[in-house]
């Protein structure tokens, strides 16, 4: 990830949804993502949270950056965290035990 600011927001422990929801704010809406893997903590009851989580853990899912954010911004801590870009499977983001493993994610290399 070639943005600081970016790398910042993730780069700490524990990693917020809120914190996924800025990073991925920095792609445009319609992107599409492969969810392969996400576990979370939240101190609200969340049903899109829970139901992606269901979703996720049968297959991976296909879903566009508004989703993704709609979701994960429910997220007052992210566990595990699976994610690439649906396009190109070189751009992904890992987090796992709440520690950033792998960021890959280039803003600009997407076309807005």
């Given at each position: 990830m070639k943005d600081t600011l970016l790398r910042r927001a993730l780069d700490r422990f524990p990693i917020p949804g809120k914190a996924v929801c800025q990073v991925l704010a920095s792609f445009p809406l319609e992107q599409r993502w492969v969810l392969l893997d996400i576990e979370t903590l939240t101190s609200i009851n969340s049903a899109q949270l829970g139901?992606?989580?269901?979703?996720?853990?049968?297959?991976?899912?296909?879903?566009?950056?508004?989703?993704?954010?709609?979701?994960?911004?429910?997220?007052?801590?992210?566990?595990?965290?699976?994610?690439?870009?649906?396009?190109?499977?070189?751009?992904?983001?890992?987090?796992?035990?709440?520690?950033?493993?792998?960021?890959?994610?280039?803003?600009?290399?997407?076309?807005?």
């Open positions: 139901s992606l989580w269901q979703e996720v853990k049968r297959r991976p899912v296909s879903i566009n950056n508004q989703e993704l954010i709609n979701s994960m911004q429910h997220a007052d801590q992210i566990i595990n965290l699976k994610l690439r870009m649906a396009d190109n499977h070189d751009q992904q983001l890992v987090i796992e035990d709440g520690n950033l493993i792998t960021c890959t994610l280039d803003p600009s290399a997407t076309s807005r």
